[in-house]
């Protein structure tokens, strides 16, 4: 009796586990065939074409979509430098679709005899190539190495200060009047324009509001033929422009000083003169006289 118990079982035991290997062998096959990539959608590439972007994520068709690493193909597409990479999602059964965004060459600085263009980020964008307009050439980030597609590495918040600067010259459409912005100093950020004019920016605080009285200034000046000396508008409130310092030459043709022209339209002080649309403002004494 015991061994035909046996027997009974093992018989009833070995269909089940035919059945098992056949479902799991048609699971393996299922998968292997149906779950594979066979088509990879680039999207947000701009101008860079699609087949580079394809190519530059290592993406295999006939892999697996389950094997596709999003953080490997993060790497692989940024390394090309010209765009970064802002998600991976897949489209069961067989489509990954990858998602970018074009970087833009906001910035020039020169390292190790190199020219690199930067994005706002300070992401190394392209090397040995100056873009036609619009890039800002950027002084004092004094960055040891660099590697194309990665960040600058520099200390002190350079590369942010380089950001809140660059990004609100474009903002306001006033990267055309900059010949070279200096970060050597977060907390004494300045501006050299294209007619040789120092603009004191200060530290990043208020950064739109500085600039869009640098534009304002700038191109009331130019326009009076003041095209050097130094504009301040570190307060974010004000622009306060000093005319560059008489030669000795000139202090000796003039017999007596002629006095700044105040712009109309802005503040200013000039020659400690408050201005306000052209007008002087009676200054105000700062300490009451004695009775």
Known sequence: MAKRRKKSTRRSIAPLAVSVAVFVLALLLFTNVLFVVRDVQVVGAGEVPEADVRHLSGIRLGSRIWSVDAEKVRQSVES??????????????????????????DAVIVLGGKILALDSDGYVVATDEVPESGAVYVTGLKASYYTLGRQLDTADGRVAAMKAVVEALKARGATGYVSELNVTDTADLRVLTRTGMTVLLGDTGDML??????????????????????????????????????????EEEQDEPE??????????SIDGVIYVDGQPVDAQPTEQPAS
């Open 259 to 268: 006095a700044a022209e105040a712009p109309a339209g802005q503040v200013y």
């Open 209 to 250: 509001n500085k600039v869009t009285w640098m534009a304002g200034a700038l191109a009331d000046l130019e326009a009076r033929g003041e095209t050097t000396g130094q504009l301040d508008v570190s307060s974010g409130t004000k622009a306060d422009y000093a005319p560059p310092a008489p030669s000795a030459d000139d």
């Open 80 to 105: 090309d430098g010209r765009v970064a990479f802002v998600s991976l999602h897949t489209r069961l059964p067989n489509t990954v679709v990858l998602e970018v965004r074009p970087r833009s060459m």
